[in-house]
């Protein structure tokens, strides 16, 4: 296959530091429907492996630049080689029309990621887990439950934007009268799209901040819209989706085969996150004496993607799964 020439970007624009413990470039690889896929790679500096290999995507609305880099350069820090990719149709990978997700093919990004490593001269293909971040933690235990390649996995944060798109926040909107209600509304958003020939936006983080936002709503500012975490690439920094980008979340659970996991999970999240609902309940239906879930005290949702300032990652127990599980 003819990979699809894409714009990459030369210099270090990152949201964290390089570090100088790694050798870094950046790569591409395509998934099974045809686009290719934008990534960094991160190696222990100097070192020729055979590698066990990592693969890590997220926050949803987010582009390797931000938190999917720091993760995988801290593990490659660590001893492992790591890509941080951009999912189709966002950052600097390819697919068209932009803006767009789906519960299909961003599991089948996953999946190619596999599949790009295990075919590296310096990665050991029996070796080779993933890290999904906030809305890419769902689709981490998608990936996980369908492809046994996968040895082993960190949900940190973890959305699932299925449950989210089809019942709301804290459940909320959970009957059929609201998601019908969605539905039309949606259907209305691509008449009109496809009128005009464009894709309309949802919008990024709201900015300013409106006095009675929500406290998650402004833990997403702090990172998003903050020179903490702001990326011109970032759809959360910026313009947001498509309106209609995640309208197939609403009828495609992600978790539905979650309790056939056969191998290592870790469901990462702060107990003090609006989301750690989600985490809890994705645990719940994980099976196995290898599933653990690991509760960051006082830590809030984004203090997951970048350590909060307060060194809230545990990077211990991260390297541990990966280290007993990718030998």
Not at 56 to 77: N, R, W
Not at 177 to 192: D, K, M, V, W
Request: aromatic share 10%; net charge negative.
């Amino acid at each position: 296959m003819i990979e699809e020439k894409l714009a990459l970007t030369t210099e270090w624009d990152k949201t964290f530091p390089k570090s100088d413990a790694v050798d870094h470039e950046k790569v591409t690889f395509h998934n099974r429907y045809g686009i290719t896929l934008a990534a960094d790679l991160y190696r222990p500096l100097g070192a020729t492996g055979p590698f066990a290999a990592l693969a890590a995507c997220g926050p949803f609305g987010a582009v390797k630049e931000q938190c999917a880099g720091l993760y995988a350069q801290t593990l490659a820090e660590r001893g492992f080689l790591t890509i941080a990719f951009d999912p189709s149709y966002t950052g600097e990978s390819g697919g068209k029309p932009r803006y767009m997700a789906s519960p299909d093919i961003n599991t089948e990004d996953f999946l190619a990621a596999v599949d790009y490593l295990s075919c590296r001269d310096d990665v050991d293909a029996e070796c080779v887990g993933i890290i999904g971040i906030c809305g890419w933690g769902g689709l981490a235990l998608n990936a996980a439950a369908l492809d046994p390649r996968i040895k082993a996995t960190v949900a940190s944060t973890m959305y699932d934007m299925s449950r989210i798109t089809a019942k709301g926040y804290f459940d909320a909107n959970d009957n059929a009268r609201a998601r019908q209600s969605q539905r039309r509304t949606l259907a209305e958003q691509r008449t009109r799209d496809y009128a005009t020939r464009t894709y309309e936006r949802a919008g990024g983080v709201v900015d300013p901040l409106p006095e009675d936002a929500p406290f998650f709503v402004r833990d997403y500012h702090d990172y998003y819209k903050t020179p903490r975490g702001y990326h011109s690439r970032s759809l959360n920094s910026n313009e947001g989706w498509s309106i209609i980008g995640t309208q197939s979340f609403l009828n495609q659970p992600i978790l539905a085969y979650a309790h056939e996991i056969e191998s290592a999970v870790i469901v990462l999240h702060g107990d003090a996150a609006h989301s750690c609902y989600m985490g809890r309940d994705a645990f719940s239906l994980l099976e196995g004496d290898n599933k653990e879930l690991v509760l960051v005290p006082a830590a809030v949702h984004t203090d997951l993607y970048d350590g909060g300032g307060k060194n809230a990652i545990p990077w211990d127990q991260i390297q541990g799964l990966f280290e007993r599980c990718l030998q």
